[in-house]
């Protein structure tokens, strides 16, 4: 049976405006705490996907090739690394067979990577997995927008693709015989969005499409977002079809909330219930 397993190398901080868009404080404080510097907790929730023969990891955190200067601007706490993380659970990097790169922004794709013992050659982390995300999101990171620019760390993928080792994603389409990746481009062009059959229903990995459960609703678009008008369109499509067909929404950054379902309110569609995969 297919089993899903969090894996959690580190949390961090981010200031809590930023992560919620042109809501006000006044409002998004009722649901999330955040510090005296306005900073919210966020977690790098990546998920391992272990069908028996295929150990699928999606997303690898910061990683540990930037500068502690760096890091210390996320402000990063319960720091452990991929390798711990996956230990914890009887894995080895060794085990993973794939992984999935929902885009190439550096708090998902810095554990991608390792630098060898000389700490400039970069080193694959996954030495038996081939590496995958979508054309769309391999042009936008070689050649960034002005307000990407600062996300992207070529030394993060560059060398996986010079490897052979990451395979470009063109379409929308069937991964596996479990998982299906759908493709949102308002927060970054070409955001790979996969959708796992798991116990007879579907999970998606959020990524940065919803980062908390608390940005359901479809004014709360992070200010980080590319195109906000065309997060907001994409959410609505996604949130009306999801409801419908009892979708759990799995979060990659949401520290409190692992899990929601969702439902349609007077307001719109808004989560039902908090839980975590282990209660699935």
Same mark, same amino acid.
């Given at each position: 049976m297919i089993k899903l397993i969090p894996i959690i190398p580190e949390n961090f901080k981010? %200031?809590?405006g930023a992560c919620f868009g042109v809501v006000p404080k006044s409002i998004w404080s009722k649901h999330v705490s955040s510090d005296e510097n306005n900073?919210?907790?966020m977690s790098s929730r990546c998920l391992l996907v272990d069908t028996g023969e295929r150990k699928i990891? &999606?997303?690898t955190g910061l990683g540990n090739k930037q500068s502690e200067k760096y890091y210390n601007y996320y402000h990063l706490f319960d720091r452990k690394g991929l390798k711990k993380a996956l230990s914890?659970?009887?894995y080895k990097p060794e085990d993973i067979t794939d992984v999935i790169l929902t885009h190439l922004h550096f708090d998902h794709v810095g554990g991608a990577v390792n630098w060898d013992e000389d700490g400039r050659t970069p080193v694959a982390a996954f030495p038996n997995a081939t590496y995958y995300c979508s054309k769309a999101q391999w042009d936008s990171a070689n050649m960034p927008n002005p307000r990407e620019k600062g996300a992207y $760390?070529?030394?993060n993928y560059v060398s996986l693709f010079e490897e052979g080792r990451l395979e470009l994603v063109h379409d929308e389409g069937p991964f596996s015989e479990n998982i299906y990746l759908e493709i949102k481009s308002g927060h970054t062009k070409g955001q790979l969005i996969p959708i &796992? %059959? $798991?116990k007879g229903r579907k999970v998606v990995y959020m990524a940065d499409f919803i980062p908390f459960v608390f940005n359901v609703p479809l004014a709360y678009v992070p200010s980080f977002d590319i195109d906000p008008v065309q997060s907001m369109e994409e959410k609505e499509e996604f949130l009306n079809r999801t409801v419908n067909e009892d979708y759990i929404l799995f979060f990659?950054? %949401?520290f409190d909330y692992e899990c929601c379902s969702l439902e349609q309110t007077p307001k719109g569609v808004r989560a039902k219930e908090v839980f975590s995969l282990s209660e699935i």
């Open positions: 981010m %200031d809590g900073m919210v907790r990891l &999606i997303d914890e659970y009887g $760390f070529p030394e &796992i %059959d $798991f990659e950054h %949401d």
